[in-house]
């Protein structure tokens, strides 16, 4: 055995060596780029088929070849902002940011760039030659920073409004290369896969999986080139919204030339939203450029903004501006805006509250009716909303994998009456099988009930596995709308209170319109008269706990659209929604509601001052606190509950 590793590791030496020998060749031909005769390294590198030649060649033909000052590595320097993007020239790979001074040029004299030349390398690449917009899509994705920047230019001058959607993408990181055959396409999450575009015709071109796409790749100064492009073509356009668009892209990134072409199209605009965004970046533009009239017309307009770029440029503007007048002017329009903003943030907080709040309300009314109605402290009902979730999640996978695509949007309408059925069954038989034989012994229940959820959870990752499970929002959930600047409203979350509302108006009328409410509140207040009355008070239990089950998966539902589903998810849960319960008041749905929003409100107050944990921490202890004057909490209820 020993004999056969050795021969083994013998010809996997023999087959290694070439290779290191090449990749050793390279980097001394790299090296020499930078010696006081680079002839034979430029004459070398030519001729070499690696593409890393060609690269390192170019790079020195264009200025972007470094050495490294702290390791004497060979580098190609991109320009972004401050700093220098540093890739290896010998590696081909992206290793980090340089600052300027940690850098040393190799510069290319005449003799050089006539050698340069003559090899085919060139500090510009011709661009005169005509392109096609699938040409100009393509050049997106060039070896470096600076000939993807002439490449959005000309794909900018062809005037064509296919670039914008293609530009946009680029700029938000969804521009890419399919692997299989070069293409460049856009790509939007489908769940776990990636549904592409075909960038050169905007034909759609299927779904694969992440792996199967290779990220262009862009740097900052490149995104503020592309956000001028974006709105340069976007002002010409025919429909009013991309122009509105247009308009916005350019407030705080415009050029004196996208000043000229906004005065143009501002006095051909007639739609009164279009024309006001183009007022507002033209004054971004002038406040900066303009002469003192411009200067003070555009702080007049800006003033009245509420856009957090307008804020940023009121007050770079505050202290580059040398002119009294027009600087008190900026000062006292950056005042008016700061003061908007921060009304925006409290309105932002409450909204922000109230989606927490509904949150913590979908996860507490199940508990209000298990806990508060029948006295039972069911410390596996955050296992309900777990179940509720993966409900979600199964159904998903069955449209994906058994109806036709078009159909998927509909799953979560299905999933909502699954998650209810399915945590009911289990609450019901968690019921009959063990709590019936616990009531009136609260210790033993909650012991109990617990031991049930480590067994819930165990059950799922023997099922589903440890790792999260991603449930997609349906296309109508996805995505938001800005109200005001800075304030923005998500689909998802907006859904999420409506359906919060939705699901306790219901359970408000089961409660008190119909012969099983009036049951369950009969057992709740006296169940000895009310099985002398014929009330079988032990389906009334079982259908009470059901119930609150149901509702907790309904939860998990409604959970799954805003965060992963995993095992541990009701655990995140259980604590808020006992504090929610406890603080409102034992089995009061008004007092639920009432705590859930309280605690929702307080806790988007605190975080911005006291972080996430302390803003927890200290609502707790005011339940604490609370609870010490008010034992039975807000709005304390008379029954079983209270008598206990």
Known sequence: ?????????????????????????????????????????????????????????????????????????????????????????????????????????????????????????????????????????????????????????????????????????????????????????????????????????????????????????????????????????????????????????????????????????????????????????????????????????????????????????LQNRSNAETDAEVRTAVIAAFNSVQHKLMLIGWAANIFQGISLGSVLLLAAIGLAITFGVMGVINMAHGEMIMLGAYSAFVVQEVFRAFLPPALIDYYLLVSIPVGFVVAALFGIALERGVIRFLYGRPLETLLATWGISLILQQMVRTIFGSPNREVANPSWMTGGFDVVGGFSVTWNRLYIIIFCFAVLGVIALILQRTAFGLHMRAVTQNRDMASAMGIRTARVDALTFGLGSGIAGMAGVALSQIGNVSPNLGTFYIVDSFMVVVFGGVGNLLGTLVGAMTLGIVNKFLEPFAGAVLGKIAVLVFIILFIQKRPRGLFALRGRAAET
């Open 1 to 313: 055995m020993p004999i056969r590793l050795l021969k083994f590791l013998t010809v996997f030496t023999l087959l290694l060596l070439p290779a290191f020998g090449q990749a050793q060749e390279l980097k001394d031909l790299i090296a020499g780029l930078g010696e006081p005769d680079p002839k034979p390294a430029i004459e070398a590198l030519a001729t070499n088929d690696d593409p890393k030649a060609k690269a390192a060649l170019q790079a020195l033909a264009a200025g972007h070849l470094f050495r490294r000052l702290s390791d004497s590595a060979v580098i190609i320097g991109e320009k972004d902002s401050e700093m220098y993007v540093v890739t290896n020239a010998t590696t081909g790979e992206i290793e980090d940011m340089a600052k300027p001074d940690e850098l040393e040029p190799i510069e290319a004299d005449d003799t050089t760039k006539t050698l340069l030349a003559s090899a085919g390398a060139t500090a510009e690449k011709a661009d005169d030659v005509p392109l096609d917009f699938a040409g100009a899509v393509k050049a997106l994705n060039a070896e470096n920073f600076a000939e993807k920047g002439k490449a959005i230019e000309r794909l900018t001058a062809l005037a064509d409004g296919r670039a914008v959607r293609v530009l946009e993408a680029l700029s938000d990181g969804r521009l890419f290369i399919r692997r299989s055959d070069g293409a460049t396409v856009i790509g939007d999450r489908a769940g776990n896969d990636v549904r592409l575009t075909l960038a050169s015709t905007l034909e759609a071109a299927g779904i694969v999986p992440p792996s199967a796409l290779e990220p262009v790749v862009i740097n900052n100064n490149l995104r503020n080139n592309i956000r001028e492009a974006v709105g340069r073509l976007g002002l010409l356009s025919s429909d009013s919204t991309q122009r509105r668009r247009a308009a916005d892209a350019l407030i705080g990134a415009g050029s004196a030339q996208s000043a000229g072409l906004l005065r143009e199209t501002l006095a051909k605009e007639r739609e009164p939203s279009v024309k006001a965004t183009m007022a507002m970046a033209l004054a971004a533009a002038e406040i900066v450029d303009g002469d003192k009239p411009q200067r003070l017309a555009a702080v007049e307009i800006l003033k009245g903004s509420t856009d957090l770029r307008v804020r940023s440029l």
